[in-house]
């Protein structure tokens, strides 16, 4: 699924958070009737837990706390530490180089799904597991789909009901700074990562409602949406063609859809989780290109082919 700050902000007009919210809430019906005892989410950070003072392309977390951005979540969440060190060990023999955390904090990124879904954020034991989406460089997508393979082959050894989410927008290109773009003071914090005051938080809320309403008039510089390339990567999900991403470079990416939608890397390495159970099908099939959102905004769900069969989880 996708996640958007500003779903938490005011500007997006009632018939587009009804439309996402109707799409939500048959996600969440989904997650209710599978009733998972562990969940595992790939998420990418905006500069609020992973700074360029250390970039690592992957980061299995043994504790987390939200950073509360945007009127998210703030503050722990239920991490089973022994698991998720359990699960990192497991990916490294896999051959798959993934950084640990002992006490990361992570933003609107990896909590609003959590939140969507259950209510609370911290009400299911998870696993969060960063994909760097932003910071280039950036990795190819094969080692994405190569950790999420790993992860999967992880989760099928237990004994639990496990959910994968991936919390990614498609395409979208919004304000977001670089080493290469950035102004001073943002540039000391996307690299050291000073904690940002509340007066500063609030500045970059109005500045992000600012931007997408410019966006969605058409105006502001941003890259426009993509919704024929979102259309495209959609269809490789829902058809299992998982391995046809391997050709798909960072500068096409970039070039055709904009800088943050390297975030699909989360959806890339949840569906390879799942496939490693062999076939699966999707349900739920929502995509709205939204520039109220800045953002490509879709939702799937997905189950191995069997599942109807041994649990009566619907699709």
């Known amino acids: 699924m996708s996640h958007s700050p500003l779903l938490n902000l005011p500007g997006p007009p009632p018939e587009v958070l009804d439309d996402i919210a109707a799409a939500l809430g048959r996600a969440r019906d989904f997650v209710t009737a599978y009733d998972p005892e ?123 009901r496990v959910l994968v989410i991936g919390s990614g927008g498609l395409s979208h290109d919004p304000p977001v700074p670089t080493l290469a773009t950035a102004p001073p003071a943002a540039l000391e914090r996307i690299v050291e990562g000073r904690p940002m005051t509340p007066e500063q938080r609030m500045a970059r809320q109005s500045a992000v409602i600012a931007a997408a309403e410019s966006f969605a008039r058409g105006e502001g510089g941003l890259q426009p949406l993509n919704p024929d390339w979102d259309r495209r990567l959609l269809d490789i999900f829902d058809q299992n063609r998982l391995a046809e991403l391997d050709g798909w470079t960072n500068e096409s990416i970039t070039a055709e859809a904009g800088n943050s939608a390297h975030e699909i890397r989360t959806w890339v390495a949840a569906f390879s989780a799942l496939a490693t159970q062999g076939d699966y099908r999707t349900g739920h099939h929502f995509y709205r290109a939204a520039p109220e959102l800045i953002a490509g905004f879709a939702v799937r769900t997905a189950v191995p082919d069997d599942t109807r069969e041994r649990t009566g989880v619907p699709s």
């Open 38 to 160: 562990l969940v595992v989410i790939f998420a990418p950070d905006h500069y609020n837990g992973f700074f360029y003072r250390l970039m690592p392309p992957f980061c299995i977390s043994t504790a987390a706390s939200g950073v509360g951005d945007y009127g998210s979540h703030a503050g722990p969440l239920d991490v089973p530490a022994d698991l998720a060190s359990r699960c990192a060990e497991a990916v490294l023999d896999a051959g798959v180089d993934v950084a640990i955390s002992a006490g990361i904090e992570v933003d609107h990124g990896t909590v609003q799904p959590l939140q969507i879904l259950f209510g609370d954020a911290a009400a299911r034991p998870v696993i969060p597991i960063f994909i760097n989406s932003v910071a280039t460089p950036l990795g190819p997508l094969h080692r994405s789909r190569a950790l999420g393979r790993a992860v999967g082959e992880f989760l099928a050894g237990l004994d639990e």
